[in-house]
T-cell receptor, first 112, second 114 residues
Framework: AQSVTQPDIHITVSEGASLELRCNYSYGATPYLFWYVQSPGQGLQLLLKYFSGDTLVQGIKGFEAEFKRSQSSFNLRKPSVHWSDAAEYFCALYSGNTPLVFGKGTRLSVIA | DAGVIQSPRHEVTEMGQEVTLRCKPISGHDYLFWYRQTMMRGLELLIYFNNNVPIDDSGMPEDRFSAKMPNASFSTLKIQPSEPRDSAVYFC????????????FGDGTRLSIL
């Protein structure tokens, strides 16, 4: 069965520091992968997506993610975090069966 | 380009009352999804539609919950009778029918059952 694991429930980083949020998936073929962000009181907004080709994908708000098939991972990164990045981040997998399979989410806190 | 529109944004009602949540998907999207989000259970898929037809309602918690999509531009999620444990944020999302398209989410309805 398809699944998405986000090992970190909560991460705290200092403003200006780099960020990496982990995502591991389980799926037998090449997955389609997404990262969404949810700011407080809002719905989920798409940050970026991976379908095929270049394993490093760029998204909005300065985020990027790297697909590593050997590690079944799709980690989200940002070189310098801003206070406005504080939010919940969800990794999701599309396996060909609608709908998306979501991870449990990682809550990001940003401190001064 | 309008996104997914949900109403109301907030709903507070007493236990036993009927609650109706509404969703207008993005025009042209073939799929519509209803999710529930709580601290304890995270994001749960309740039901989804394709071309207005319910495809999978296995996530609907119990018979008190029902969803309809009478046309391509409108869907409702109804809870009758409501219970305090139904308190959550309910999201609607829609997606184009083409493979590999992302789901677009509304801002949700925050439901509180007293």
């Amino acid at each position: 069965a398809q699944s998405v694991t986000q090992p970190d429930i909560h991460i705290t980083v200092s403003e200006g520091a780099s960020l990496e949020l982990r995502c591991n998936y389980s799926y037998g073929a090449t997955p389609y992968l997404f990262w969404y962000v949810q700011s407080p009181g809002q719905g989920l907004q798409l940050l970026l997506k991976y379908f095929s080709g270049d394993t490093l994908v760029q998204g909005i708000k300065g985020f990027e993610a790297e697909f590593k098939r050997s590690q079944s991972s799709f980690n989200l990164r940002k070189p310098s975090v801003h206070w406005s990045d504080a939010a919940e981040y969800f990794c999701a997998l599309y396996s060909g069966n609608t709908p998306l399979v979501f991870g449990k989410g990682t809550r990001l806190s940003v401190i001064a | 380009d309008a996104g997914v529109i949900q109403s109301p944004r907030h709903e507070v009602t007493e236990m036993g009352q009927e609650v109706t949540l509404r969703c207008k998907p993005i025009s042209g999207h073939d799929y519509l999804f209803w999710y529930r989000q709580t601290m304890m259970r995270g994001l749960e898929l309740l039901i989804y539609f394709n071309n207005n037809v319910p495809i999978d309602d296995s996530g609907m918690p119990e018979d008190r919950f029902s969803a309809k999509m009478p046309n391509a531009s409108f869907s409702t999620l109804k809870i009758q009778p409501s219970e305090p444990r139904d308190s959550a944020v309910y999201f609607c999302a829609s997606r184009e029918g083409t493979v590999r398209q992302p789901q677009h989410f509304g801002d949700g309805t925050r439901l509180s059952i007293l």
